[in-house]
C-alpha cells in the first residue's frame, strides 16, 4: 500500500471517529432535551428544573458505575442536596418539615440497604451491595416518598434480571452467580422513573 494510500485511510478513519463523537453527542444532547422536557411537564416551574437535574445525575452515576462498578461519592452526595432542595421547593407550605421528612426517609433508606449489604456479607461471605448503592439509596430516600421507594426498587431489580437473562441467552452460557453486576446503573434511573411516575398528573 502506497504512502498516499495509508493517509488517505486515515483521514478517512477520523472522520469515521469524528462523525461517530459528534453523533453521540448529538444523541446524548436529544436524550437530556427530551428528559428535562418531560420532566417540567411532569411538575411545571422550579420543581421539574430539579427533576430534570436529578435525569441527568441518574445518567452519570449509571455511566459511572456501568463502567469502573463505583459510585463516585461526590454523585451520591449531590443528588443528596438536590432530592433535600426538590423537597423544599415541592412544599412551599411547610418547606423545613418536608426537608426533615426526606432526611428521615433518606437515614431509614440507608439504613435498610446497609442491612442488607451486612447480612449479604455475613451469609454468603462475600460482598452484595456495594456502599456507593447504600449511599445512592440514601439520596434515592430524600427524592422519594414512602410509597415510590419501593417502586424504584422493584424497577432496578427488574431491569437487572432483565439484563442478566438476556445476557444469559444471546451468550447461551449459566448464569454466573458471583459476577459482578453495578445495580446502580439501573437503581440511578429507576429513581427518576418512579420521581417522574409520583408527579405526572393522569
Given amino acids: 500500500m502506497s504512502a498516499r494510500a495509508r493517509f488517505s485511510d486515515i483521514r478517512a478513519a477520523a472522520r469515521s471517529a469524528r462523525w461517530r463523537s459528534a453523533s453521540g453527542?448529538?444523541?446524548?444532547?436529544?436524550?437530556g432535551a427530551t428528559v428535562a422536557a418531560v420532566s417540567v411537564a411532569a411538575a411545571p416551574g422550579p420543581p421539574g428544573l430539579a427533576g430534570a437535574a436529578l435525569a441527568a445525575l441518574a445518567a452519570a452515576i449509571a455511566v459511572a458505575d456501568w463502567r469502573r462498578f463505583i459510585i463516585p461519592d461526590e454523585l451520591n452526595a449531590i443528588g443528596l442536596a438536590l432530592g433535600l432542595a426538590a423537597a423544599w421547593l415541592d412544599?412551599?407550605?411547610?418547606?423545613a418539615g418536608a426537608v426533615a421528612a426526606a432526611l428521615v426517609r433518606a437515614a431509614a433508606t440507608a439504613t435498610i440497604f446497609y442491612a442488607f449489604r451486612f447480612g449479604y456479607r455475613r451469609w454468603r461471605g462475600r460482598e452484595g451491595l456495594g456502599l456507593g448503592d447504600v449511599k445512592l439509596a440514601g439520596a434515592a430516600g430524600a427524592w422519594l416518598d414512602w410509597g415510590a421507594l419501593p417502586f424504584a426498587v422493584e424497577i432496578a431489580a427488574l431491569g437487572a434480571l432483565a439484563f442478566v437473562l438476556v445476557g444469559r441467552l444471546v451468550s447461551r452460557r449459566p448464569i454466573d452467580g458471583a459476577a459482578k453486576l453495578p445495580f446502580g446503573a439501573f437503581f440511578?434511573?429507576?429513581?427518576?422513573?418512579?420521581?417522574?411516575?409520583?408527579?405526572?398528573r393522569f
Avoid at 453527542?25 to 436524550?31: D, E, L, Q
Wanted: proline share 12%; hydrophobic share 70%; glycine share 0%.
Fill in 188 to 200: 440511578a434511573p429507576a429513581i427518576w422513573v418512579a420521581w417522574l411516575v409520583a408527579h405526572w
Fill in 25 to 31: 453527542w448529538m444523541v446524548c444532547a436529544a436524550f
Fill in 91 to 95: 412544599s412551599p407550605t411547610d418547606p
